[in-house]
């Protein structure tokens, strides 16, 4: 419902009907509307959180940083558009709520930040991170284009699948430095050059 009809559309009667209740019952558990919006914001951002640490977590020990960011873009994804309304009401409405609605929130977002900082600083460390490219802000970016894909996203014009190669392959060609792409095609770059110049 949230995710549907944002945080200023959504009533308890709306909700009280999708959950095939009256509306004054939703008070036994909840006691204002806002408490039980923040602890839907709360739960979408915790479960985004643990969904992608546990496949990051996972993952094999020798799994490359670039792979793990393209395990991470996965499974961000996979609940974002195929497992969790959760997930999609918190990227479709952190920006309409209250500050003092979105403390426990927030807290959590700063947590998944993290996990995608120690990402990238990873790639960055293992010099797979093109050279002109900041650490932070390239993050920054594949994360905003992550999340809007919630607002763009429709199953009957692009398959899922679609979506996360795209994502996948915009990300690994879009951060890998030059010498990892020639390493992942299985040349070395003294070969790659004597390609290029024998090509001309």
Same mark, same amino acid.
């Given at each position: 419902?949230?995710?549907?009809?944002?945080?200023?559309?959504?009533?308890?009667?709306?909700?009280?009907?999708?959950?095939?209740?009256?509306?004054?019952?939703?008070?036994?558990?909840?006691?204002?509307?806002?408490?039980?919006?923040?602890?839907?914001?709360?739960?979408?951002?915790?479960?985004?959180?643990? /969904?992608?640490?546990?496949?990051?977590?996972?993952?094999?020990?020798?799994?490359?940083?670039?792979?793990?960011?393209?395990?991470?873009?996965?499974?961000?994804? /996979?609940?974002?558009?195929?497992?969790?309304?959760?997930?999609?009401?918190?990227?479709?409405?952190?920006?309409?709520?209250?500050?003092?609605?979105?403390?426990?929130?927030?807290?959590?977002?700063?947590?998944?930040?993290?996990?995608?900082?120690?990402?990238?600083?990873?790639?960055?460390?293992?010099?797979?991170?093109?050279?002109?490219?900041?650490?932070?802000?390239?993050?920054?970016?594949?994360?905003?284009?992550?999340?809007?894909?919630?607002?763009?996203?429709?199953?009957?014009?692009?398959?899922?699948?679609?979506?996360?190669?795209?994502?996948?392959?915009?990300?690994?060609?879009?951060?890998?430095?030059?010498?990892?792409?020639?390493?992942?095609?299985?040349?070395?770059?003294?070969?790659?050059?004597?390609?290029?110049?024998?090509?001309?």
């Amino acid at each position: 419902m949230l995710s549907r009809k944002g945080y200023a559309g959504t009533r308890l009667s709306d909700i009280a009907d999708q959950a095939q209740l009256q509306a004054p019952a939703i008070y036994y558990y909840f006691g204002s509307r806002e408490e039980l919006i923040e602890e839907v914001m709360w739960t979408g951002a915790q479960r985004v959180r643990e /969904h992608v640490t546990k496949v990051l977590d996972e993952l094999p020990d020798d799994t490359t940083p670039m792979d793990r960011i393209c395990a991470a873009v996965e499974a961000h994804l /996979h609940l974002e558009l195929e497992l969790s309304d959760f997930a999609t009401a918190v990227i479709r409405n952190s920006g309409q709520m209250p500050e003092h609605l979105r403390t426990r929130q927030l807290a959590e977002e700063a947590a998944y930040g993290k996990v995608w900082r120690n990402l990238f600083q990873d790639l960055h460390e293992d010099g797979q991170l093109r050279p002109d490219l900041d650490p932070r802000t390239a993050q920054l970016l594949v994360m905003g284009a992550l999340n809007w894909a919630a607002e763009w996203w429709n199953p009957r014009r692009d398959t899922y699948e679609t979506v996360v190669r795209t994502a996948q392959s915009l990300v690994r060609h879009g951060l890998s430095s030059r010498s990892q792409l020639v390493e992942e095609a299985g040349e070395t770059p003294a070969t790659a050059a004597r390609r290029r110049r024998s090509s001309r």
